[in-house]
């Protein structure tokens, strides 16, 4: 089997990818769709509910805008980790994985078409039901992807004013854009490894290891800093220094491990007893 790059076989596999799975994606991006839907509504239903108390209506819409995108982003990341899990559909038994690999592209064209598949319609689908979600939000706002001009205001007064609390922030939000950057392509990684190990429930099985390796992470980390954890008198300023550096360690680590899943995932694909 030749095994030089071809960007024709390497369309043709993502096309057959679609056709066959085209009903699955169907559902995949109404899910999505729907999740976004419930978050915007349940976001606007929280600012009527504080509106009507004492907090003002934009305070109110901004601190709801800014929970409705990070539970929208949660929700992006478990789906883009189902469909990573599951963008080898072949792998379920040996019989479909061995007529997969007969077909005439190479085996780095076959890996390359499920990497992206994995990628490229998540984003796609992330893309299109947040802005259909909108829809969902424009009888509250009368803005289309309203951010709340009050309630930024306020941030960039607070941030002026005190320019030591700017730093810190400054220096948290750095850290935890590196950190979920590097634990998407991580998280890539590893249900990708997840869908050529478990031929059935690959995500929840994957999904079962990451947790437990989490827990066993997280007491690692209190057992390690137990002091200052329970410190009630710790300094603000070394509490968010000591967490931005550790979004940099696990960014590193993760850095590391991610080529290693890929390539384990790129071997057990490329591998078939006959």
Same mark, same amino acid.
């Given at each position: 089997?030749?095994?030089?790059?071809?960007?024709?076989?390497?369309?043709?596999?993502?096309? +057959?990818?679609?056709? @066959?799975?085209?009903?699955?994606?169907?559902?995949?991006?109404?899910?999505?769709?729907?999740?976004?839907?419930?978050?915007?509504?349940?976001?606007?239903?929280?600012?009527?509910?504080?509106?009507?108390?004492?907090?003002?209506?934009?305070?109110?819409?901004?601190?709801?805008? !800014?929970?409705?995108?990070?539970?929208?982003?949660?929700?992006?990341?478990?789906?883009?980790?189902?469909?990573?899990?599951?963008?080898?559909?072949?792998? +379920?038994?040996?019989?479909?994985?061995?007529?997969?690999?007969?077909?005439?592209?190479?085996?780095?064209?076959?890996?390359?078409?499920?990497?992206?598949?994995?990628?490229?319609?998540?984003?796609?689908?992330?893309?299109?039901?947040?802005?259909?979600?909108?829809?969902?939000?424009?009888?509250?706002?009368?803005?289309?992807?309203?951010?709340?001009? @009050?309630?930024?205001?306020?941030?960039?007064?607070?941030?002026?004013? @005190?320019?030591?609390?700017?730093?810190?922030?400054?220096?948290?939000?750095?850290?935890?854009?590196?950190?979920?950057?590097?634990?998407?392509?991580?998280?890539?990684?590893?249900?990708?490894?997840?869908?050529?190990?478990?031929?059935?429930?690959?995500?929840?099985?994957?999904?079962?290891?990451?947790?437990?390796?989490?827990?066993?992470?997280?007491?690692?980390?209190?057992?390690?800093?137990?002091?200052?954890?329970?410190?009630?008198?710790?300094?603000?300023?070394?509490?968010?220094?000591?967490?931005?550096?550790?979004?940099?360690?696990?960014?590193? !680590?993760?850095?590391?491990?991610?080529?290693?899943?890929?390539?384990?995932?790129?071997?057990?694909? +490329?591998?078939?007893?006959?």
């Amino acid at each position: 089997m030749r095994e030089n790059s071809s960007l024709r076989h390497y369309g043709l596999l993502i096309v +057959k990818y679609m056709r @066959e799975q085209y009903r699955t994606q169907i559902l995949m991006f109404a899910l999505t769709l729907l999740i976004f839907i419930g978050i915007r509504v349940i976001g606007n239903l929280f600012t009527y509910a504080m509106s009507t108390g004492s907090t003002e209506h934009d305070d109110a819409m901004g601190i709801s805008l !800014i929970m409705q995108y990070a539970y929208m982003l949660c929700a992006a990341g478990l789906l883009f980790a189902y469909q990573t899990a599951h963008c080898m559909p072949y792998m +379920k038994n040996r019989v479909q994985h061995i007529a997969y690999l007969m077909i005439p592209a190479s085996n780095g064209e076959k890996f390359a078409a499920a990497v992206t598949i994995s990628y490229v319609l998540p984003t796609v689908y992330t893309f299109l039901a947040l802005h259909l979600s909108n829809l969902a939000q424009l009888p509250f706002t009368g803005e289309w992807m309203s951010m709340s001009q @009050e309630f930024t205001g306020m941030f960039s007064e607070l941030v002026r004013t @005190e320019p030591q609390i700017s730093e810190w922030i400054m220096r948290f939000a750095t850290g935890l854009a590196v950190y979920s950057a590097v634990s998407i392509v991580f998280s890539g990684g590893w249900y990708t490894a997840s869908a050529t190990l478990f031929r059935r429930h690959p995500f929840l099985l994957g999904s079962v290891i990451l947790y437990l390796a989490g827990q066993v992470a997280g007491f690692t980390l209190l057992f390690c800093n137990f002091s200052l954890f329970q410190n009630a008198d710790a300094d603000p300023a070394g509490m968010m220094g000591l967490v931005t550096n550790y979004f940099y360690v696990l960014s590193a !680590i993760y850095a590391v491990l991610t080529p290693a899943l890929y390539v384990f995932a790129y071997r057990r694909m +490329k591998s078939a007893e006959v």
